[in-house]
């Protein structure tokens, strides 16, 4: 089957700026058949990390909430708190961070709700049982909305290739117990250089498998359940992920926990890729690097493994951005320039095998 992906680039006209342009894309590649009235409909962006300015402007996100709106849903912009620590750890700084950088209900008329709540801990475990994993854990308001728009910033990943649509779902929608799971094929463990001995991980550990030994915080691992949350109170950075998991096995469980989040949304989501800006690294950074390419367009699909296919086609087109971080000046695949450890095909390649969408795509600009 091939998949519909629409394209717009960045051209405008008196007639026809690119917020006008951009609610045409979405209405072309069937906006209006995926939500329905009364859709509490998530809106899920990578809000950025202040200091990195190459996430998507909360201008399109504007126009997007006023279609959402006129369609009668209830939107809101949502994103699950992050496994390391930074600006995003918890519920509060997360929406901290999401004003700084320009997501303010004044601007963009739709309120933030953190997908897995005020720690990382309000999940829902999704039954899946696929090839690397049996169960997802799900941030609650990804698995209680009636609908979706993923809006995804296109970008290097220094350990999935690409930053696509997949990892917007699959690991932007994870609660952190199951970033854990993605990342790490083991549990935290304690860098006890750095503890002082504080003990919030003991009161807050769900499975009490933390105690204080010589005053420095030691993890039971026979019933550690790897839920990260001593990664998330630890104020000090003494609890720390094993980042063990190779790059190619987590391309494969990001895929797997993207069909999670998806398993009964898929007539109700529709997903939209920002090429612009295109940095080497992730947005998590809280910097970030010129583009790799010159910006490209904007693309709409109800095919999540289409778009991310296509978008990467489009950047491996382009010529590259002489002024950026690419050396190679006519690399026909400009993400394994940038990262030669990391085969990006691998997220796409399982995604398609998985069921989740094709890699075949007809591109239709509008």
């Avoid at 807050?204 to 005053?215: E, F, G, Q, S, T």
């Avoid at 630890?234 to 895929?255: E, H, I, Y």
Wanted: hydrophobic residues 40%; aromatic residues 8%; neutral net charge.
């Amino acid at each position: 089957m091939i998949a519909e992906v629409y394209f717009m680039d960045f051209r405008a006209t008196p007639t026809e700026n690119l917020p006008q342009k951009f609610e045409r894309l979405l209405k072309r590649a069937g906006i209006e058949d995926v939500v329905r009235e009364g859709d509490l409909t998530a809106i899920k962006i990578h809000f950025g990390e202040p200091g990195n300015l190459a996430y998507i402007r909360p201008n399109y996100v504007r126009r997007l909430v006023e279609i959402l709106k006129k369609l009668k849903t209830i939107p809101f912009l949502t994103d699950a708190n992050t496994l390391y620590r930074g600006r995003r750890a918890n519920a509060p700084e997360h929406i901290e961070a999401a004003i700084e950088n320009g997501f303010a209900f004044p601007v963009v008329n739709a309120p933030i709700v953190i997908a897995d709540g005020l720690r990382g801990m309000d999940e829902v475990e999704v039954e899946i049982n696929l090839e690397y994993v049996k169960k997802a854990k799900i941030g609650a308001a990804a698995y209680y909305a009636d609908s979706i728009i993923a809006m995804t910033h296109f970008k290097g990943h220094e350990a999935t290739g690409f930053g696509g649509t997949i990892k917007n779902i699959g690991m932007g929608f994870a609660s952190r117990a199951g970033k854990l799971d993605q990342h790490s094929t083991s549990k935290p463990r304690v860098e006890k250089d750095k503890c002082v001995g504080c003990s919030s991980c003991v009161k807050y550990c769900p499975a009490n498998a933390v105690k204080l030994v010589d005053r420095k915080a030691q993890i039971n691992y026979e019933i550690c359940i790897g839920c990260g949350q001593c990664i998330a109170v630890c104020q000090f950075g003494a609890m720390v992920p094993n980042w063990d998991a190779s790059t190619d096995l987590l391309s494969r469980k990001m895929a797997e926990y993207a069909y999670a989040v998806l398993k009964d949304k898929r007539d109700r989501a529709l997903y939209v890729s920002f090429i612009m800006d295109v940095s080497p690294n992730c947005d998590c950074w809280n910097v970030n690097d010129a583009p790799i390419v010159p910006n490209i367009g904007i693309l709409a699909s109800r095919d999540p493994v289409a778009i991310d296919q296509a978008s990467a086609d489009l950047v491996n087109q382009a010529p590259i951005n002489p002024y950026g971080s690419l050396d190679v000046p006519h690399s026909d695949d400009k993400f394994m320039s940038v990262h030669p450890s990391v085969d990006w095909r691998i997220q796409l390649e399982h995604a398609e095998k998985i069921g989740l969408g094709a890699r075949k795509y007809k591109l239709i600009k509008i």
